[in-house]
């Protein structure tokens, strides 16, 4: 008996290429067959959004002769797809459409010589536009009917261009409206990611990557029995591959676990996605588009129990340590208050927080990009006190990494961070700041660049004894 309905999401990597669209055909059709309704969202062709920003932003510049080469590269790597895939004319019809509209585009921003950013959404949704004519004419080819959708006509969004929020009580009510007639005849709707509207039909983003987003949107929306997030790994990793090379998938996570994973560097799926799973207790799996009989990753609200305590390690990488420091700031209110309020003007966003006991001390961590400009912006605003030596320094530290220890299981474990930092000193590694949620679901540590790769090698190892412990 066929199951009620799931939601699959296709990243670039999975739409990259004629072969990588056969691979998607060839997993829809199979899903199809054991799932009554399936609705499928998708990104645009590998590379596309980079090269519609690159474009518009050298339209915007003047550089129309740079903005003509984008669009043209961008037209041939479509043009390949619909060739490889022997496509008919009326996705050839509705792919120049969206090509003759984005000439368009590129001409306006060349004359106004400004990208706005509701421009900036207008030209970066073509890629998901194109896209979904182009991986619908793959699925029918090979024998599932699909329909091309614009999520524009039910995602309904704010109008914060470029990282716009769904109005989810109305997004529900017009997806059932939208996809209904599509499923009464027995097809797949093949669904925009990243792209929503306003009440008014004005195109909006949700963020950059946020295809996952989407998917999880549209599932909460339609009431899904399951998500699955289709990418080019066999699901959420122990730990980077490339840094680690005996890292392995994870069969099961906690919604609360992904969290902090994807908080904290993971690349795997993106962050905002949790969110709408957690709401209407959908779970959600990773799944790997070019080994697609692997069983992934599965993320359920508490998890399935597996060996081991520590389930992964993370890193955040190109980050900049800023220390607040002196013996004048024990005991004078408003120290912290003024410190984060000058962040939050710059609009930086802050990675992590620790402050000492003793209150003579807050160290943040933020991105290595905007450690000089806060760093001048907090002397300016501790002027004075800096010259009456309340505050002795504003310390700034380059080339720093925050390294994260996850697992929900150290919450009920003793001893668990004695372990990690004999290990982190065993292989020679200074932990520089360390801070803990109240979750304890997860652990953080700033080192030095140098030390990123021996701390997750370190931790990692520890991860793996623990396991071989705990399941002999």
Known sequence: MAKSMLVVKFGGTSVGSPQALSNVAGIVGKVKQDWRRVAVVVSALGGVTDLL????????????????RCAETIRKQHRVAI????????????????????????HAVSVLKEVSPRALDAITSLGERMSIHIVSGYLTHAGTAGVPV??????????KFQNASPLMDEVSGC??????????RKAVPVITGFIGATREGVITTLGRGSSDYSAAIIGAALDADEVWIYTDVDGVMTADPRQVPDARSLPSLSYREISEMAYYGAKVVHPKAIRPCVERNIPLRIKNTFNPDHPGTEILANGRKTSGVIKAVTAIRDQTMVTVMGGGMMGVPGIAARTFATVARMGVSVT????ASSEQSICFSLPASSGKPVHSALEEEFRREIDREDIDAIDLLESCAIVTVIGEGMRKTHGVSGRIFTALGGAGVNAIAIAQGSSECSISMVVTKADETPAIRAIHALLVSEENVASA
């Open 150 to 159: 614009e999520a524009s006509e039910f995602l309904i969004t704010d109008a």
């Open 175 to 184: 997806a059932r409206q939208v996809l209904e007639p599509i499923y009464r």
């Open 83 to 106: 060739e490889a895939g022997s496509l008919d004319g009326e996705v050839v019809e509705a792919v120049d459409a969206c090509l003759h509209e984005l000439e368009g585009l590129y």
């Open 53 to 68: 920003r690159e474009g518009a932003a050298a339209a915007g510049s003047g550089d129309s002769v740079k903005a003509k």
């Open 352 to 355: 992590l927080i620790t402050q």
